[in-house]
């Protein structure tokens, strides 16, 4: 069979809407493989007893770029395939579902599966949840290889399926370039104390570096260079009301998946997701 098989999630894109987003995306590897517990829950490759499961690239990203989490439970979990699931987690305000099927060449390979991305929240953080799960695949990931049963499956055009990611992807990017600016409101209504003049210079610094973050797609320096304009601000003057990011102000960082009494036999989420993203132009359209 060339598409979703049973169990085949509803079809359409929502890009920019109040209540939730779903998006659709090409996965294009397999990997990395991990494990499933008694209790259905996402955990580490290789633990005994535990039975396998192909998370592939995409839907690692995007569980890495939704940052501490609940453990990602499966609510479909792979059967004879390891790479065909529906796993949902949480982060604060935010729920995510992914479901992996494939929809071309009997899912052979791991470029013949899709994946189905849906979550609820607050639009801003979906919103940086998507611009981070883009940056750091390094790929267009509504792009897909077969398009036309790509285009079947998904229930949405290839035309639908880009505004919906580069919509989200847009409004992230302004919300960025907004806080930027009013910190950068702040330093200057500081200006004119000379006792200042150095933290507010630590500030100025942090913030160019924030642009040039942002023009390079990479949210989480960005919100890091954010963080030190805030820090030297709060310097500065103490009394200084700083409207920081949802992100910021919620802790966002790495994952989480496992608790402190079994991560004798895991490893740290930063072990399995790379600190380093790979960015790309997700401006252009091929």
């Not at 579902?97 to 791991?110: D, K, P």
């Not at 940086?128 to 883009?134: L, Q, W």
């Not at 055009?157 to 907004?178: C, G, K, T």
Request: net charge negative.
């Amino acid at each position: 069979m060339d598409s979703a098989e049973d169990g085949e999630p509803e079809g359409g894109t929502v890009g920019l809407d109040a209540n939730r987003t779903v998006l659709w995306a090409q996965v294009l590897s397999g990997d990395p493989q991990m494990s499933i517990d008694s209790d259905l829950r996402l955990r580490p490759p290789r633990i005994s007893g535990n039975p396998s499961v192909y998370l592939g690239d995409v839907a690692r990203a995007a569980i890495r770029s939704l940052g501490p989490a609940d453990p990602p439970f499966f609510d479909r979990p792979p059967g004879y395939d390891e790479q065909k699931w529906t796993l949902s987690t949480r982060a604060g305000d935010v729920s995510m579902s992914i479901t992996s099927n494939s929809y071309w060449a009997f899912g052979l390979f791991g470029k013949c599966f899709l994946n189905r991305i849906e979550m609820t929240g607050p639009l801003p953080l979906r919103a940086r949840i998507v611009h981070d799960i883009a940056a750091s695949l390094g790929r267009n990931p509504w792009e897909p290889v077969a398009a036309r049963r790509f285009e079947r499956v998904s229930g949405a055009s290839p035309a639908e399926h880009r505004a919906a990611w580069q919509d989200l992807i847009e409004s992230a990017r302004a919300e960025m370039n907004e806080e930027i600016a009013s910190l950068d409101a702040r330093v200057a209504r500081l200006r004119g104390e000379t006792e200042i003049e150095g933290i507010l210079a630590e500030a100025d610094n942090s913030l160019d570096e924030a642009r040039s973050a942002l023009a390079d797609h990479n949210a989480p320096a960005v919100e890091r260079a954010l963080a030190r304009a805030i820090s030297a601000l709060v310097e500065a003057d103490p009394t200084t009301e700083i409207r920081t990011s949802s992100r910021l102000a919620d802790g966002f960082g790495e994952a989480s998946w496992w608790s402190k009494s079994t991560r004798e036999d895991e490893v740290e989420a930063s072990h399995l997701l790379e600190d380093e993203v790979p960015l790309v132009d997700l401006t252009e359209d091929e």
